[in-house]
């Protein structure tokens, strides 16, 4: 409720925000506005005071030449097209997500977390790799990115360096022994090759030689150890199937009989 001129004037809220909505599009100032609707500018004012619109405390500028008013435009495209590029960022991280959520499910993860948390510094060495060559960004911010310290990506490429030189001598003795033994196993292997890992200070266990060979795609594969007993090709006389359109209805209508294939030497 307002006064001017001896007469009470009353608007509504929705009066007042429409001002100041009319405001804010900056086709219309304060002066023009109070002209139009028969409203004081210090009434306007009061109002950007009541709604906390910082925005229109100062001067509106007038979009009056066609320069401005193309630049507008051209900066509302490029609002669009920043829209329609982080909704394309937000479905590509849903798809990356769900390729995370099945691998971490195949792989006998309890959660994403958990698979994430076991992949980091490995994760974190390809990255720092990628931005060494691209010059993207920083190593403390490539670390920053993984939740990690600078520091923890010196010392996980010393225990990485270390690792790849142990794994680089463990299958130079794989291939020796396997130079006898073409199709030795991994237990075996490791029985074999105890005292060599024993001499050269590695500390080799099975589910780790399991690992290593498993991650060079070197495990022995089983054969499947079966017999082709039928040899429907054969020279001999075939006889017909004499039952073939025949209908059982009683016990002892038909028999049938089978051959047993024993390997011998």
Same mark, same amino acid.
């Given at each position: 409720?307002?006064? *001017? ?32 609707? @028969? ?5 306007? %004012? ?11 405390? %100062? ?46 499910? *195949?792989?006998?993860?309890? %959660? ?67 130079? @006898? ?13 105890? &005292? ?18 498993? &991650? ?23 006889? *017909? ?10 016990? *002892? ?13």
């Amino acid at each position: 409720m307002y006064k *001017n001129d001896g007469v009470t004037r009353r608007y509504s809220e929705s009066f007042k925000l429409k001002i100041l909505a009319e405001l804010s599009t900056g086709k219309y100032s304060k002066r023009q506005l109070s002209r139009i609707y @028969g409203i004081q500018s210090s009434t306007i %004012n009061e109002w950007v005071r009541k709604y906390d619109r910082k925005d229109l405390m %100062n001067t509106r500028i007038m979009v009056e030449t066609k320069d401005e008013i193309s630049r507008l435009k051209a900066l509302q495209k490029e609002v669009e097209q920043l829209k329609e590029l982080l909704i394309k960022k937000d479905l590509d991280k849903l798809v990356l997500d769900s390729y995370l959520e099945v691998a971490a499910d *195949n792989l006998g993860y309890k %959660n994403v977390d958990e698979f994430k948390k076991k992949l980091r510094h490995q994760a974190l060495m390809k990255a720092t790799s990628i931005t060494k060559q691209t010059g993207v960004a920083s190593i403390s911010d490539v670390c920053s990115c993984f939740n990690l310290k600078r520091d923890a990506y010196y010392k996980y490429q010393k225990r990485f360096k270390q690792r790849e030189s142990a794994v680089s001598q463990v299958l130079e003795m794989v291939k020796q022994e396997r130079k @006898g033994q073409p199709r030795v196993g991994t237990r075996k292997l490791h029985s074999a090759l105890h &005292e060599g890992f024993h001499h050269a200070h590695l500390k080799i266990g099975r589910d780790c030689l399991f690992d290593i060979l498993r &991650e060079k795609n070197m495990l022995v594969k089983r054969e499947r150890a079966y017999a082709k007993t039928t040899n429907s090709y054969h020279h001999f006389h075939k006889y *017909n199937n004499l039952i073939k359109e025949l209908e059982v209805t009683r016990p *002892n209508q038909v028999w049938v009989s089978d051959i047993t294939y024993i390997r011998t030497g």
